[in-house]
């Protein structure tokens, strides 16, 4: 079974700056998608981010960033000029077969 | 609003009795997903529908839950003898077989389960 980990369980950033978040899996395949969905608090769940592991180019959606190091199995999220609408717990996610399979999560605190 | 839509989203209910959640995809998706989410942790996959069809369970899935998508439209998930231990987030997704995008997965907004 594929394994996601996030090893930050929590990470503050102030306004306006930038804040990266870690995720590592483990994976066997060549060929697989690695997400970023955001949380809000009693909010549902919206993806972020998509990466495609055969795309050497990292995915970037407007403020959000990923760095994508295939080798490593390392897909960390960067938030730049952060907003006080980015605080969320973020999930990273790997496909696999037809199912996700999510890391524990990072709780984002935006500080004004 | 087109989005995936669960109810109740709420459900308090006292240990030992039967619990049913409903959940709307997006009407064209064909393919809906059924996530469990503890406190503090990430989403587990509990089963997936293509259609009518089910086609993957996980273990999660013990012989007193059980899911249906009869029209291959709305889906339920239904917990008989609740325990303490079902006490959790239940969310629902929906995704289009083939995309675009690929597989991307459509959340609802959950129906969060507390069993006294």
């Known amino acids: 079974a594929q394994t996601v980990t996030q090893s930050q369980p929590e990470m503050s950033v102030q306004e306006a700056e930038t804040v990266t978040l870690s995720c590592t899996y483990d994976t066997s395949e060549s060929d697989y998608y690695l997400f970023w969905y955001k949380q809000p608090p009693s909010r549902q769940m919206i993806l972020v981010i998509r990466q495609e592991a055969y795309k050497q180019q990292n995915a970037t959606e407007n403020r959000f960033s990923v760095n994508f190091q295939k080798a490593a199995k390392s897909f960390s999220l960067k938030i730049s000029d952060s907003q006080l609408g980015d605080a969320a717990m973020y999930f990273c996610?790997?496909?696999?077969?037809?199912?996700?399979?999510f890391g524990a999560g990072t709780i984002l605190r935006v500080k004004s | 609003d087109t989005g995936v839509s669960q109810d109740p989203r709420h459900k308090i209910t006292k240990r030992g009795q039967n619990v049913t959640f409903r959940c709307d995809p997006i009407?064209?998706?064909?393919?809906l997903y059924w996530y469990r989410q503890t406190l503090g942790q990430g989403p587990e996959f509990l089963t997936y529908?293509?259609?009518?069809?089910?086609?993957?369970k996980s273990r999660l899935l013990s012989d007193r839950f059980s899911a249906e998508r009869p029209k291959g439209s709305f889906s339920t998930l239904e917990i008989q003898r609740t325990e303490q231990g079902d006490s959790a987030m239940y969310l629902c997704?929906?995704?289009?077989?083939?995309?675009?995008?690929?597989?991307?997965?459509?959340f609802g907004p959950g129906t969060r389960l507390t069993v006294t």
């Open positions: 997704a929906s995704s289009l077989v083939g995309g675009p995008p690929p597989g991307e997965q459509y």
């Open positions: 529908f293509q259609n009518e069809a089910q086609l993957e």
């Open positions: 996610a790997y496909r696999e077969g037809n199912k996700l399979v």
């Open positions: 009407s064209e998706h064909n393919r």
